[in-house]
């Protein structure tokens, strides 16, 4: 269980709009004083620095001493905290399960709501590894000079929920968007494993061409490019059901780009069927075809 997932439950309510407090004064500067704190939180000085104490306590924000006023910042697990119990308090979860997938990006788990349906839940985790992610980002970030990872997580999630949110309807093999709360979000879940890692595809064929006509639904119908396609973002299941995830990166069809990532989708899944499972095709056909109706 996440780290976030275990504290939850030893958290009064006090606690938790410390940290809201937090995350508001976060949107001006990376760390919050205590009298900014204390202004969001609308607490006495008193309580503001108990309740400080004790979240700092328990490693949910980091004190930097270094200025001539104490500042404080969420770090990742603070953050977690206030979106996994958003999530809880709408009803949309009720536990969190075992971590089922670990990306470059992010963290996925299994949870489960109170009605015992079992659902993936990803948290962003941009920046842990590179920045670089962050600069992919920039388009939509605008010319913000104070990007937070807190801001570009959660504009990731919200991103990839939206994007799931316009397929949805076109009831395809995509995750069903749940919900979403700063920078998680929650899905129709498979179980399954990437398509990379299958061994016993019964009917390849069949797969291909079901991934390549998804694609074109999605292209011709929602006006959208996954840009991210390949063997390791389609989970198949023992049935060999599919689920196409990871949307964080498409584009919709008159993006400059459209037609180089458009391309490299198809060739991703093209040259994976060629190389394994000897299924030859013509991604050039292919794209030509999704032009026409
Ligand atoms: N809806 C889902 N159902 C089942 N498994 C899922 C689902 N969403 C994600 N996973 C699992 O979690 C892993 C990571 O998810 P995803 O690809 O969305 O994250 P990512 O951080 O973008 O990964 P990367 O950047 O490494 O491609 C997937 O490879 C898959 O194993
Ligand atoms: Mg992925």
């Known amino acids: 269980m996440s780290k976030a997932a275990k504290i ?29 704190i204390k202004f969001y939180s609308r607490y006495l000085m008193e309580e503001t620095l108990f309740r400080l104490k004790k ?58 709501d109170d009605n015992g349906n079992i659902f993936a839940l990803k948290i962003y985790r941009i920046g842990r590894t590179s920045f670089k992610s962050i ?7 605008g010319n913000r000079k104070h990007a937070s990872w807190l801001y570009v997580n959660r504009l990731a999630a919200k991103k990839e929920y939206d994007a799931l949110n316009k397929i949805y309807e076109l009831k395809l093999d995509t995750p069903k ?43 011709q119908k929602a006006k959208m490019i996954h840009g991210d396609l390949g ?30 990532l458009l391309e490299r989708d198809i060739r991703n899944v093209c040259n994976f069927f060629q190389k394994k499972y000897h299924i030859e095709s013509n991604p050039v056909e292919i794209i030509q075809s999704f032009e026409k109706k």
């Open 231 to 260: 063997e390791f973002n389609i989970v198949v299941d023992h049935k060999d059901n599919i689920l196409i995830i990871d949307w964080l990166q498409w584009v919709p069809s008159d993006h400059p780009n459209a037609n180089s």
């Open 55 to 112: 979240v700092h306590k328990l490693d949910l924000i980091i004190r930097d001493s270094s200025k001539n006023e104490v500042g404080y910042t969420l770090n990742s697990v603070g953050y977690d905290v206030l979106a996994l119990h958003a999530l809880v308090e709408k009803e949309i979860i009720g536990q969190l399960g075992p971590l089922i997938g670990k990306g470059k990006e992010s963290d996925v788990y299994g949870c489960m």
């Open 177 to 219: 968007p749940i919900g979403f709360n700063r920078h998680i979000i929650v899905m129709s879940y498979l179980r399954g494993k990437e398509l990379a890692y299958h061994s016993k595809i019964k009917n390849p064929i069949k797969m291909f061409n079901k991934i390549i006509k998804q694609v074109k639904i999605i292209y």
């Open 135 to 141: 600069k992919r980002l920039r388009s939509f970030l």
């Open 8 to 36: 939850l439950p030893d958290l009064e309510k006090e606690d938790l709009r410390i940290l809201m407090a937090i995350e508001i004064g976060m949107k001006r500067s990376e760390f919050v004083t205590i009298n900014n």
